[in-house]
């Protein structure tokens, strides 16, 4: 714990991702809601919490409002203090789009001077929508023994879907990993079952001489471009991290991430994981206890599902996760779904394999989704009205902000997606 003092650690926090479709239409992957609670970008800073690094940097650009606001103070990590501290760090160089941050290396290049002030020995950079639980003294105790100028975290993952993660060869120097013999990012084929955690630990004169390196390149990404330029020249070392690790960068892989916590043996134990939000945001704090009206519901009005304070049961829920604020109405039933703060189910209304944004109204009698694992997730922006008596198909998209005059049919096929006019 004697070095955690001189770690200060940067959070790839700024970007969308385009999978995930209509869940970052307005705010950047690391505040997508997650849990029944909580957002991704609360997996990072309760580590860091846990692990005493207290000085942090969020690298954030796309609509960052909403990063901004679930942030505050940083009190919510204990993050407060003289030599404890959150600054949200947005690209500064210029007044144009082309002066934002044009990768991930050169959204920490910009941000050296920040690094430089606090004179850290490492420095530590994360992504900030990564769901897992670690602590980073056992990467930084590795580090230290290896005596690497970069130390980076990987994970054990079935070999299908290669072409989506950074792959590393790592010799096994000890139990907990080695020296990084070759890496080799989104290949066809994997050269290992080693994937990426988008983890790095660096000694900071190093990590300062590589990103001005860099700087002139057209390309700034880490496990594209720094890592593979350091093989070779520098002692470049692997981490075997042996936890849970979900990536959830297309719909089905957050889904599954969120049924993770459901079931008789659930795969995320959050209650030993101790993870932290900020309850302030959407006025969490300022809801009462969960309501199940067992006059109005079923007999088992609720199973196998997570819900919150400010939730109110009249129907049945099975195997779902419920934010804040969710109300589902008398007759109403929601299964295999996660439902965002504020959702209001209506009476007799049908939910399988949806996925609702905040404040999101469906009409009395309306059903969506079809039941079954074959089944296709249907998703509903936020602030959507849909009115009553309507059928989806599963696999349907609903837009945000989409009031019920725009409903024009009473059935929708499956896959349909439905925008505003002149979207």
């Known amino acids: 714990m004697r070095y955690m003092a001189k770690t200060i650690a940067m959070i790839l926090a700024g970007g969308r991702v385009g999978e995930l479709g209509i869940l970052t239409f307005y705010r950047p992957k690391s505040t997508v809601p997650f849990g029944s609670l909580y957002r991704f970008i609360d997996f990072p800073l309760s580590n860091l919490m846990y692990s005493g690094i207290m000085r942090v940097g969020i690298l954030s650009q796309y609509r960052s409002s909403s990063l901004v606001e679930h942030i505050g103070t940083g009190a919510s990590w204990d993050m407060i203090g003289r030599h404890r501290g959150i600054t949200i760090l947005p690209p500064f160089k210029g007044l144009n789009a082309s002066d934002w941050y044009k990768g991930t290396a050169d959204a920490v290049y910009q941000n050296l001077d920040f690094i430089s002030a606090h004179q850290p020995d490492y420095v530590l950079i994360v992504s900030g929508?990564?769901?897992?639980?670690?602590?980073?003294?056992?990467?930084?105790?590795?580090?230290?023994?290896?005596?690497?100028?970069?130390?980076?975290?990987?994970?054990?993952?079935?070999?299908?879907?290669?072409?989506r993660f950074g792959f590393g060869k790592i010799a096994q120097d000890d139990e907990r990993g080695g020296r990084l013999i070759e890496y080799a990012e989104k290949p066809e084929r994997p050269i290992s079952s080693w994937a990426s955690m988008t983890?790095?630990?660096?000694?900071?004169?190093?990590?300062?001489?590589?990103?001005?390196?860099?700087?002139?390149?057209?390309?700034?990404?880490?496990?594209?471009?720094?890592?593979?330029?350091?093989?070779?020249?520098?002692?470049?070392?692997?981490?075997?991290?042996?936890?849970?690790?979900?990536?959830?960068?297309?719909?089905?892989?957050?889904?599954?991430?969120?049924?993770?916590?459901?079931?008789?043996?659930?795969?995320?134990?959050?209650?030993?994981?101790?993870?932290?939000?900020?309850?302030?945001?959407?006025?969490?704090?300022?809801?009462?206890?969960?309501?199940?009206?067992?006059?109005?519901?079923?007999?088992?009005?609720?199973?196998?599902?997570?819900?919150?304070?400010?939730?109110?049961?009249?129907?049945?829920?099975?195997?779902?996760?419920?934010?804040?604020?969710?109300?589902?109405?008398?007759?109403?039933?929601?299964?295999?779904?996660?439902?965002?703060?504020?959702?209001?189910?209506?009476?007799?209304?049908?939910?399988?394999?949806?996925?609702?944004?905040?404040?999101?109204?469906?009409?009395?009698?309306?059903?969506?989704?079809?039941?079954?694992?074959?089944?296709?997730?249907?998703?509903?922006?936020?602030?959507?009205?849909?009115?009553?008596?309507?059928?989806?198909?599963?696999?349907?998209?609903?837009?945000?902000?989409?009031?019920?005059?725009?409903?024009?049919?009473?059935?929708?096929?499956?896959g349909s997606v439905i925008k505003q006019q002149g979207d």
């Open 129 to 163: 929508d990564h769901v897992y639980n670690m602590d980073y003294n056992e990467l930084i105790e590795f580090h230290r023994d290896m005596d690497a100028d970069v130390t980076a975290a990987f994970v054990n993952v079935p070999l299908s879907g290669s072409s």
């Open 199 to 414: 983890i790095y630990l660096f000694k900071f004169d190093v990590l300062k001489k590589v990103l001005e390196e860099n700087a002139g390149m057209d390309s700034h990404e880490f496990g594209r471009d720094i890592l593979p330029a350091m093989l070779g020249r520098h002692r470049v070392f692997g981490y075997k991290f042996k936890g849970y690790w979900a990536y959830c960068r297309t719909i089905k892989e957050y889904w599954r991430a969120n049924m993770d916590l459901i079931g008789e043996h659930p795969r995320i134990d959050l209650n030993r994981w101790h993870l932290r939000t900020n309850l302030d945001h959407e006025a969490i704090r300022d809801m009462g206890p969960a309501i199940i009206d067992s006059s109005k519901a079923s007999s088992d009005p609720v199973k196998d599902s997570r819900i919150y304070h400010g939730v109110r049961i009249d129907g049945h829920v099975e195997r779902s996760i419920l934010f804040p604020g969710v109300h589902v109405g008398a007759g109403a039933e929601v299964r295999d779904s996660i439902l965002f703060f504020d959702t209001q189910v209506g009476t007799g209304a049908r939910l399988n394999k949806v996925i609702t944004d905040i404040g999101v109204s469906i009409g009395t009698g309306s059903t969506m989704g079809a039941a079954g694992a074959a089944s296709d997730i249907s998703i509903v922006g936020m602030q959507t009205r849909i009115p009553k008596d309507i059928t989806f198909e599963d696999g349907v998209n609903v837009y945000p902000r989409i009031g019920a005059e725009t409903f024009n049919k009473k059935y929708y096929e499956r």
